[in-house]
């Protein structure tokens, strides 16, 4: 059953420093309006191959979905509002946003299109720190960007943050923090930086011209982090993500608990029936194929039992409530004890992984090392 949709938007004013995604820069609006086109003809095709349920959650990343102007961004919704008009009474429906590129007739329009979650990316409230990341917003464009979706009827908003930043100190990550929480959100996400290929961090990286934190550093900001949000009330669900409870953000549950979900745009990947798809990414090949074939599949592939559970432990693993013992045999007709039992014994052992009733965890020690984690349990069922 699928009931969530991605839809990608690959547009952006400039490449941030450290963005690996799929993403352009663009001042040709023909190009983006071709765009929105051709995202119409998929959503088309993609509903004729798997009508919807109903849908629960939508989620709009990018790229920048906001670099759409008013108008572009009412051809969008409605588009959207054609295909997928089969909604839960409580969707949520999340658009990611950057600080300066959401003035109060954009967001206006976005909320008569359905949109009631709003989720900017932020990165630091230090603009020296912005300036060295590659991001060209300030802190006081991240306060009227705020105040102008609260005035345009958001509750529902969430930022992003970002911790292990060229030059950051823990002293400077503490400040960020305080001024997030002045914000009084429910939500927050806070990753570290990754140094990824094809970036201009990675350059400077093999370079040696990027003075990163040290990892014990890192770690520092990553317990301050955690230690901050319970203290002020926000309940950390995931690795990354904080909330107030009830305010967890549904849509990227449906990833934490390995279940299908539409994929949509340039790059985008997608889960549905079984199957994984991967979109083609630049956007002169989406669009040829999109106008060719209806769906611009580059990948497509069965899940197997195997690999299903496999990404049901690593995926669910993110989650602090875990993986549920019960839910685990009833999807897939097998016991947790069977398939990875060695390897949870094991991490268990090791003080990493927890049992609270039927659910296994990681542990306060086991979440900083959460990648090391999850890699154990890959290749472990019997290949049969």
């Known amino acids: 059953m699928t009931q969530a949709v991605y839809i990608h938007i690959p547009f952006c004013t400039n490449k941030c420093y450290y963005c690996d995604f799929n993403s352009y820069v663009t001042k040709n609006p023909r190009l983006v309006w071709d765009y929105l086109d051709a995202l119409d003809r998929e959503m088309a095709e993609t509903v004729r191959h798997v009508p919807p349920q109903e849908i629960k959650t939508i989620f709009v990343g990018g790229g920048t979905p906001t670099f759409l102007d008013a108008k572009q961004m009412a051809y969008f919704l409605e588009t959207v509002a054609r295909h997928f008009s089969n909604r839960s009474k409580d969707i949520e429906f999340t658009m990611e946003a950057n600080p300066g590129t959401t003035d109060m007739e954009k967001l206006k329009v976005m909320r008569e299109g359905g949109v009631n979650r709003i989720s900017f990316g932020v990165q630091s409230f230090n603009d020296e720190l912005l300036k060295r990341i590659g991001r060209i917003h300030d802190s006081e464009q991240v306060l009227r960007s705020l105040t102008n979706a ?14 292990g930043l060229p030059d950051q100190t823990e002293k400077l990550f503490q400040e960020t923090l305080d001024k997030a929480f002045a914000l009084d959100l429910p939500h927050f996400s ?17 370079k040696d011209q990027l003075p990163l934190p040290t990892e014990e550093e890192e770690v520092a900001m ?24 009830g305010w967890e953000s549904r849509h990227n549950m449906t990833y934490w608990r390995n279940e299908y979900y539409y994929g949509i745009g340039a790059g985008a990947h997608g889960y549905v029936n079984g199957t994984r798809h991967v979109n083609a990414g630049p956007l002169a090949q989406y669009m040829q194929l999109v106008q060719e074939k209806g769906l611009p599949r580059v990948e497509q592939f069965e899940v197997s039992p195997v690999e299903a559970m496999e990404d049901h432990m690593i995926m669910g693993l993110r989650m602090m409530r875990g993986v549920s013992e019960s839910e685990f045999e009833r999807r897939y ?27 296994i965890h990681l542990t306060k020690r086991g979440i900083p ?16």
């Open 190 to 206: 806070s990753y570290s930086l990754k140094v990824e290929e094809n970036t201009l961090f990675h350059t400077l990286y093999e």
């Open 369 to 384: 090392l959460g990648n090391e984690v999850f890699a154990r349990f890959l290749g472990l069922v019997d290949k049969v």
């Open 333 to 359: 007709k097998t016991t947790l004890k069977e398939q990875f039992g060695p390897v949870i014994d094991e991490l268990t052992g090791l003080g990493l992984l927890a049992w609270s009733e039927d659910r």
């Open 222 to 245: 990553y317990e301050r982090l955690m230690e901050q949000m319970e203290r002020r009330g926000y309940r950390q669900y995931e690795i990354s993500n904080f909330a107030r409870p």
């Open 150 to 163: 609260k005035e345009a009827g958001f509750v529902n908003i969430s930022i992003d943050l970002m911790f």
